[in-house]
């Protein structure tokens, strides 16, 4: 089955403990990106990637990073999350940019 | 960067009456423009896209337009019935980055 995964579906943490969040796609998909979700600002793009090796900032980068080592594969690292990082996370994927984008499940998070 | 604005918040209409989303885009080479359905409690999908070579798409009863001049489009859902209710997302991308409304939440009523 097609799918985009991510792990883990809800995450209660502190201010400053570094956390990852998994992202997987099993369609050979080239493009990858994250988003987050918030009540009255919708979806903002948070980083993608067009390639393996290959990632660049969307809108609202600040305190994330990613990593693109495998094309399957598309983590989001917040390396000390504070609690303006409190959000809903969705992670997709797509063949290019200008193609439908199969969105995962989500991952709800809550910084303490 | 793109910036997108989207119209209304939230609409509220009649079981079979028409549905119409208005979004604003800055980017004037923005050339791919999507619409995606999230119900409540799931992830987006995408119900219509269009191209910027095209100025009217249909599938059913949904619709979307292309004013490239005026640099807006929109969604037009016509006999709406329950299941037409979630919050609705349009976007907007030139190459890579891709930026979306605000989103609009839509109830049909009974």
């Known amino acids: 089955e097609a799918q985009v995964t991510q792990n883990p579906r809800y995450l209660i943490t502190v201010t400053g403990k570094k956390l990852t969040v998994t992202c997987s796609q099993n369609?050979?998909?080239?493009?990858m990106s994250w988003y987050r979700q918030d009540p009255g600002l919708g979806l903002r793009q948070i980083y993608y990637s067009m390639n393996v090796e290959v990632t660049d900032k969307g809108d609202v980068p600040e305190g994330y990073k990613v990593s693109r080592k495998e094309k399957r594969n598309f983590p989001l690292i917040l390396e000390s999350p504070s609690p303006n990082q409190t959000s809903l996370y969705f992670c997709?994927?797509?063949?290019?940019?200008?193609?439908?984008?199969?969105f995962g499940p989500g991952t709800r998070l809550l910084v303490l | 960067g793109e910036n997108v604005e989207q119209h209304p918040s939230t609409l509220s209409v009649q079981e079979g009456d028409s549905a119409v989303i208005k979004c604003t885009y800055s980017d004037s080479a923005s050339n791919y423009f999507p619409w995606y359905k999230q119900e409540l409690g799931k992830r987006p999908q995408l119900i219509i896209d269009i191209r910027s070579n095209v100025g009217e798409k249909k599938d059913q009863r949904i619709a979307v337009t292309l004013n490239k001049t005026a640099k807006h489009f929109s969604l037009h859902i016509t006999e709406t019935q329950p299941e037409d209710s979630a919050v609705y997302f349009c976007a907007a991308t030139n190459d890579y980055k891709l930026s979306f409304g605000a989103g609009t939440t839509v109830t049909v009523r009974a």
């Open positions: 997709a994927s797509s063949g290019t940019a200008q193609e439908t984008q199969y």
């Open positions: 369609m050979n998909h080239e493009y």
